[in-house]
């Protein structure tokens, strides 16, 4: 599950609800088990693209995104998150 902290920081970021919060969680454990990624290497990803766009829509999009490009180049899905986000 989300740490506390984790909650607060999309929260923060977004102003996102506590069902907005759940949904994000649903989708990240969906996301794992679909494309065979670790929670805790998923979470970090989809964070820095929350940050980088203030959008959890946008950053579910762009995790895709990445989780694509990463599994097409072999390039750490972190270092694809991190540059999308800049994007």
Known sequence: GTSGTEQFRIGNTTGATDAQ???VEKFITQTSIAAAVADDELRPA???LV???K???KAQDL?????????????????????????
């Open 46 to 48: 989809f964070d820095k």
């Open 21 to 23: 919060i759940a949904s």
């Open 55 to 57: 959008s959890v829509t």
């Open 63 to 87: 995790l895709s995104l990445a989780l694509d490009i990463s599994a097409g180049t072999g390039k750490d899905l972190g270092a694809v998150s991190d540059a999308l986000s800049k994007a």
């Open 51 to 53: 940050r980088g766009t």
